[in-house]
């Protein structure tokens, strides 16, 4: 059983900064990709950001590619959401997920981001 915890979150105001971390629960980033993913009110999931592993290699969404930078710490078996230049359209509430294909789908609770002044 893998168990992400999200922490992070919180009120900013645009053009401020924020850095969500995810903590998983064993090797889980040593061997798996993890991924972020957000969802606003009334809007659908939609992935913000993944890291490979072990590459490490990154992608993100048109929306945040620029100001949002996506990291891991293997030693602390934790993944690392960096936001700048926050907007108002980052206002959502961001998942960490580990997708483990046959093992399973996995997720967190979720932590809140508003990007209000």
């Known amino acids: 059983q893998v168990q992400l915890v999200e922490s992070g979150g919180g009120l900013v105001q645009p053009g401020g900064s924020l850095t969500l971390s995810c903590a998983t629960s064993g090797d889980t980033v040593d061997y798996y990709g993890i991924a972020w993913f957000r969802q606003a009110p009334g809007k659908e999931r939609e992935r913000v950001a993944c890291i490979s592993s072990p590459a490490g290699n990154t992608e993100y969404a048109d929306s945040v590619k620029g100001r949002f930078t996506i990291s891991r710490d293997n030693a602390k078996n934790t993944v690392y959401l960096e936001m700048n230049s926050l907007k108002p359209e980052d206002t959502a509430v961001y998942y960490c997920?580990?997708?483990?294909?046959?093992?399973?789908?996995?997720w967190g609770k979720g932590t809140l981001v508003t990007v209000s002044s």
């Open positions: 997920n580990a997708d483990l294909g046959v093992f399973g789908d996995y």
